[in-house]
């Protein structure tokens, strides 16, 4: 097992105007599960693959455990890669896929048996050994291809987007397969992924890139309560954060009809009389007869079961950012207005995250 360390490691592609990965500063614990995550193009497969010893590095280095490996080929670097296309010999059986690497490293036949029984037990998959992967599923090719790194005991498995070519159903399975297995295995992990779902239910901590910047790590806990920037909070959490444009009066925030109390510490951190509100969906509830609040015409609700998530638009709020602004708010999912309703929603004020308007940090 070990750690992984990047200190200040940067990567610009030839005739690019800014770096893919720029000064990233990061510390992995030995037998973590650490998820990059972040939009397309925000650098984290490219950080993964220098890890991995598959893309170079222009700046920095990268440490596994107390070993620099900036310059080490990646055969040497004792880390186990599973990709997103699962890259399946075909002319192969299960078993033999699983425990090839072991064959060309020289594993004695006996050892190389054992090890594949072993990862195949931990996978469901001794009655596949013989098969081909053309007779098996989706699912079923991806635990080989799980196999395939495990049988290797590295001491970092790397796994970019390894879900997405899944349906949604089974890449639910799967990712609670995952964090399960990598639990008990407690080897140090670093997984690549869009989908912030996936990042929030399987990661002991997240890393959060845009443009190459590492914006927030922490635990899924620390991103979802106290998202450092807009960026952060609008991209952790599903649906996203509503994010509104509000102006400091008095003691107060006002977005159109909503005025929010603001404390003087959050008062002083603003670099001006603006701010953005940040209310998560399943902070907003409908208001009662007479309450005070965000007025929104009702474009759809989402059902889905107990719960459903209505879509709005702001209406009457006669500012400029505010007016026609896009609302999400977690309703009954049995009970609950529809398309066309004028509806008022309140947020939990306590619940509400304020961020600066000029820097869009966290000031709340």
């Known amino acids: 097992m070990a750690t992984v360390t990047f200190e200040q490691v940067s990567r610009v592609y030839p005739g690019a105007t800014r770096p893919s990965v720029d000064g990233l500063e990061l510390d992995i614990e030995d037998g973590e599960f650490l998820v990059l995550v972040g939009p397309s193009g925000c650098g984290k497969s490219t950080t993964l693959r220098m890890l991995a010893g598959l893309e170079e590095i222009d700046g920095g280095r990268i440490l596994i455990g107390d070993r620099d490996v900036t310059d080490t080929p990646p055969k040497d670097r004792d880390i186990a890669m599973v990709f997103q296309n699962y890259a399946l ?20 036949k006996a050892e190389r048996e054992e090890r594949v029984r072993e990862a195949a037990r931990m996978l469901d998959l001794e009655e596949y050994l013989d098969r081909k992967p053309k007779a098996l599923s989706g699912g079923q090719r991806q635990r080989v291809a799980m196999g395939r790194a495990i049988v290797r005991q590295p001491q970092v498995f790397l796994m970019d987007e390894p879900l997405s070519n899944l349906d949604a159903k089974l890449r639910v399975q799967t990712r609670t397969q995952i964090a399960s ?39 899924p806990r620390d991103l979802y309560g106290a998202p450092v920037n807009v960026f952060v909070a609008g ?38 009389s603006g701010v953005t509100l940040g209310i998560r969906p399943e902070d907003m509830s409908l208001a009662a007869p007479g309450e005070p609040g965000l007025t929104v015409e009702v474009d759809l609700v989402e ?21 026609g602004a896009t609302v999400v708010a977690r309703v009954d ?32």
Request: glycine letters at 12%.
């Open 89 to 108: 010999y075909p002319h192969m059986t299960v078993g033999e896929n699983m425990g090839f690497a072991l064959k060309i490293a020289g594993t004695p």
């Open 333 to 364: 999912g049995r009970t609950h207005p529809t398309a066309g309703d004028t509806v008022v929603l309140v947020p939990i004020a306590e619940r509400i995250h304020v961020f600066d308007a000029e820097s869009g940090s966290r000031i709340s």
């Open 235 to 272: 991209f952790i959490g599903s649906p996203a954060m509503n994010l509104l444009p509000a102006t400091l009066v008095g003691e107060d925030a006002q977005a159109g009809s909503l005025t929010v109390p603001i404390a003087a510490a959050v008062r002083e951190r603003a670099t001006g």
């Open 303 to 323: 059902e889905l079961g107990a719960d459903g998530y209505l879509y709005g638009r702001i209406v009457s709020a006669g500012v400029e950012g505010v007016e």
């Open 181 to 219: 297995l990598q639990r008990r295995l407690g080897i140090t992990t670093v997984y690549v992924t869009h989908d912030q779902t996936e990042a929030l239910t399987m990661g002991d901590r997240i890393a959060v890139l845009k443009d190459g910047v590492l914006q927030q790590v922490g635990t």
